[in-house]
């Protein structure tokens, strides 16, 4: 095996240099190695570190491949496995890593690279026109790490960084505490709020399909639904593709999000009942458009038989909601209060997240059931029982 080679610099100084075997590339090309160091001990005892770890798989080899490369590298990656509006979702949340650490090194990134970068995206976005909650939310925050932390995941997985160096990252204890603190996030519907709204909706044109957003799926999924899709002699309602926006500019049919998302739901008999009704409406609006009228089968459509997308859907549940004088929510937020309300009348967490649509449980109970003093009035009055107290109201 060769001896270091003893180099002599234009300063005089002494330097120790070898070449070594670091196996092949991707394309079978060998690849060596230059180590210098200053002394003929410590050249030495770096060719056997890398040859040690050669030897038990651990070695990674030098590139110089930049974290804003890798990530274009791994979004591809990720095409096989997700929708491309989830691929959009994921490039719009990294936009601030490639705009702030896309130029450096793979294999140069540390851990203080990647915390001075949340501390600062938290900090930057809290100047932002100097308001009070007008910084980046700190599930947002969160997100971008989540999407970082992945691509350096899979960069470990394929030996070009030896560890993840923002595994261990997260915004300050302080900041999600300003966080708390600054924002009041809006909350779902009540039970109050749902029942006057459906009420209030009892003889619109669209009542069947905005029951459904009130069944908890998702407005991708209620523009999705098709004739043939539903059961009406037994009450079922499948779920089986989705009508999504892209850039809320272009619609996008295709399947279901998840394999769980996949799925068949009892109907309810309001929803039922409704959608009988708006089967026989859609059949004479049909026959009275003649030619002029387009089947395509989808449920959720206009007079002349046109799908409405999840935007057109959201606008025209928003002006039932400015007529009948409530607090607008999104029309996704729906969701939210109708997994609430199934969490809180006791249906089991398994059952919970099948019908969400959802593979785990606890992130269905995590996201989506949110409890709020209102909801623990029960509990105050059990106190009261144990305590003894009277139920008399307090005058």
């Not at 799925?263 to 309810?268: A, D, F």
């Amino acid at each position: 095996m060769a001896e270091p080679k003893r180099i002599i610099l234009r300063n005089g100084d002494v330097r120790y240099r070898l070449m070594v075997d670091a196996g092949r590339d991707e394309n079978g090309k060998r690849i060596q190695l230059t180590i210098t160091r200053d002394t003929k001990k410590e050249c030495l005892a770096e060719r056997a570190r890398i040859q040690t770890e050669r030897k038990a798989g651990t070695f990674i080899t030098p590139n110089k491949i930049t974290l804003g490369e890798w990530l274009d590298e791994w979004l591809e990656f990720k095409r096989r496995d997700v929708e491309e509006t989830t691929i959009r979702s994921y490039r719009l949340s990294l936009v601030h890593v490639y705009d702030k650490l896309g130029h450096i090194r793979l294999q140069e990134l540390t851990e203080d690279h990647v915390r001075d970068f949340v501390d600062e995206l938290v900090a930057s976005g809290r100047r932002a026109g100097g308001e009070r909650g007008s910084r980046l939310m700190i599930s947002t925050v969160e997100g971008i790490l989540t999407r970082l932390r992945s691509a350096l995941r899979r960069a470990v997985v394929r030996k070009l960084v030896s560890v993840n160096v923002a595994a261990e990252v997260r915004p300050s204890l302080a900041d999600k505490k300003t966080d708390k603190r600054e924002r009041s996030r809006p909350k779902p519907w009540t039970v109050a709020e749902v029942q006057t709204f459906i009420r209030g909706i009892e003889e619109d044109r669209l009542f069947a399909p905005l029951l459904l957003s009130l069944m908890g799926l998702r407005p991708a999924e209620v523009c999705g639904q098709r004739w043939q899709d539903l059961d009406l002699e037994n009450g079922l309602l499948s779920i089986t593709i989705t009508r999504t926006m892209i850039g809320n500019v272009r619609v996008l049919e295709k399947d279901t999000k998840t394999a769980s998302g996949e799925r068949s739901l009892p109907l309810p008999r309001g929803p039922w009942e409704a959608l009988l009704a708006f089967r026989q409406l859609q059949a004479a609006e049909r026959a009275a458009a003649g030619e002029a009228y387009t089947f395509t089968g989808f449920v959720v459509v206009d007079e002349i038989g046109r799908p409405l997308n999840t935007r057109q859907l959201r606008e025209y549940a928003y002006r039932l909601m400015r007529r009948l004088g409530l607090r607008q929510v999104r029309l996704y937020d729906a969701r939210h209060a109708v997994l609430k309300a199934l969490a809180l009348s006791g249906v089991p967490d398994v059952i919970l997240a099948a019908w969400a649509g959802h593979t785990n449980a606890a992130f269905t109970k995590r996201k989506y059931v949110q409890i709020e003093a209102e909801d623990m009035r029960g509990a105050a009055a059990a106190l009261d029982a144990f305590h003894g107290v009277d139920q008399k109201a307090l005058t």
